[in-house]
């Protein structure tokens, strides 16, 4: 038996391995990759390291084995049919007689479009008859604080999100909770909604980005629209640009506040604060 992590070398997908890590012997972590080259520094550390693309059905084929976990990641193919992408490891995992796929999917409020795709995998994983855990992670803070670069250059935070809330964690917060799922017991067929204990507003996000920095940084709302506009003027083709903006309209709304309280009961700890990401932002 294994434990399988999809994406292995992605963002969210390295941060999984690494805690996994601290739990599991390395020989019971298979770490999924396109390029095996990023994941030399598991290789050395005892990881199976397992080469297959989701846009490549037959690379999935005798990777699973009978009783293994198994953490799909989302693809970050927006052009490319995710729910296909995915349905490839749903099918794999079938074969095989997983004991569980968990999935990183999206919010269940939420509407914007870039939840589409999570929602068809949610449905093809509940119609494949595989035992599945779905963990509905909510935003990152990194989404705000990795790229701090044009909001230290204009002193301002631009969003079109209005007085809209986000229950936001660390990324490191909801790799902990799949770690939970994928070393645990009883997490089948289950639904967790996940997201940081204290929703902020942009507003809230510029005051506290103006103590860290000494500067006066402001939060200037606009339409999504014009942040459609403005993201396509930073080079994100047109189509990603306007899926991105549309979920400042979801938050707007209300659809990124998560009130569960799932992710910190799944880690055991609270949840990471923004404030606490926007200094390692600052310091990096």
Same mark, same amino acid.
């Given at each position: 038996?294994?434990?399988?992590?999809?994406?292995?070398?992605?963002?969210?997908?390295?941060?999984?391995?690494?805690?996994?890590?601290?739990?599991?012997?390395?020989?019971?972590?298979?770490?999924?990759?396109?390029?095996?080259?990023?994941?030399?520094?598991?290789?050395?550390?005892?990881?199976?390291?397992?080469?297959?693309?989701?846009?490549?059905?037959?690379?999935?084929?005798?990777?699973?084995?009978?009783?293994?976990?198994?953490?799909?990641?989302?693809?970050?193919?927006?052009?490319?049919?995710?729910?296909?992408?995915?349905?490839?490891?749903?099918?794999?995992?079938?074969?095989?007689?997983?004991?569980? @796929? =968990?999935?990183?999917?999206? &919010? %269940? /409020?939420?509407? !914007?479009? *870039? +939840?589409?795709?999570?929602?068809?995998? #949610?449905?093809?994983?509940?119609?494949?008859?595989?035992?599945?855990?779905?963990?509905?992670?909510?935003?990152?803070?990194?989404?705000?604080?990795?790229?701090?670069?044009?909001?230290?250059?204009?002193?301002?935070?631009?969003?079109?999100?209005?007085?809209?809330?986000?229950?936001?964690?660390?990324?490191?917060?909801?790799?902990?909770?799949?770690?939970?799922?994928?070393?645990?017991?009883?997490?089948?067929?289950?639904?967790?909604?996940?997201?940081?204990?204290?929703?902020?507003?942009?507003?809230?996000?510029?005051?506290?980005?103006?103590?860290?920095?000494?500067?006066?940084?402001?939060?200037?709302?606009?339409?999504?629209?014009?942040?459609?506009?403005? @993201? =396509?003027?930073?080079?994100? &083709? %047109? /189509?990603?640009? !306007?899926? *991105? +903006?549309?979920?400042?309209?979801?938050? #707007?709304?209300?659809?990124?506040?998560?009130?569960?309280?799932?992710?910190?009961?799944?880690?055991?700890?609270?949840?990471?604060?923004?404030?606490?990401?926007?200094?390692?932002?600052?310091?990096?």
């Amino acid at each position: 038996m294994s434990i399988v992590v999809t994406g292995a070398t992605g963002h969210l997908g390295r941060l999984v391995v690494e805690q996994l890590l601290e739990k599991v012997p390395a020989g019971e972590v298979t770490a999924v990759v396109r390029d095996e080259a990023k994941a030399a520094s598991f290789a050395a550390r005892g990881v199976r390291i397992a080469v297959a693309d989701y846009n490549t059905p037959e690379s999935f084929d005798s990777l699973f084995a009978a009783g293994d976990k198994v953490l799909l990641i989302s693809g970050n193919e927006f052009d490319k049919g995710r729910v296909q992408q995915h349905q490839v490891v749903i099918d794999a995992a079938k074969a095989a007689g997983v004991a569980l @796929l =968990a999935y990183t999917s999206a &919010p %269940g /409020p939420l509407k !914007a479009a *870039l +939840a589409d795709d999570h929602r068809g995998t #949610e449905q093809a994983l509940r119609a494949s008859g595989v035992p599945y855990t779905l963990l509905r992670n909510g935003w990152y803070n990194e989404n705000y604080t990795e790229n701090l670069g044009p909001v230290l250059e204009h002193n301002a935070v631009v969003q079109a999100a209005g007085d809209g809330r986000v229950s936001s964690a660390a990324r490191a917060d909801y790799a902990c909770a799949a770690v939970a799922v994928l070393t645990g017991e009883g997490h089948e067929n289950a639904t967790y909604e996940l997201g940081g204990d204290e929703a902020w507003g942009f507003a809230e996000f510029a005051a506290e980005l103006s103590r860290q920095t000494g500067k006066e940084i402001v939060y200037n709302a606009v339409s999504v629209e014009d942040l459609t506009g403005i @993201l =396509a003027g930073a080079g994100i &083709p %047109g /189509p990603v640009a !306007a899926i *991105l +903006a549309g979920v400042d309209a979801s938050i #707007e709304k209300g659809e990124l506040v998560v009130t569960s309280g799932d992710l910190s009961r799944l880690t055991g700890r609270p949840t990471t604060p923004l404030a606490d990401s926007i200094a390692v932002a600052l310091k990096g």
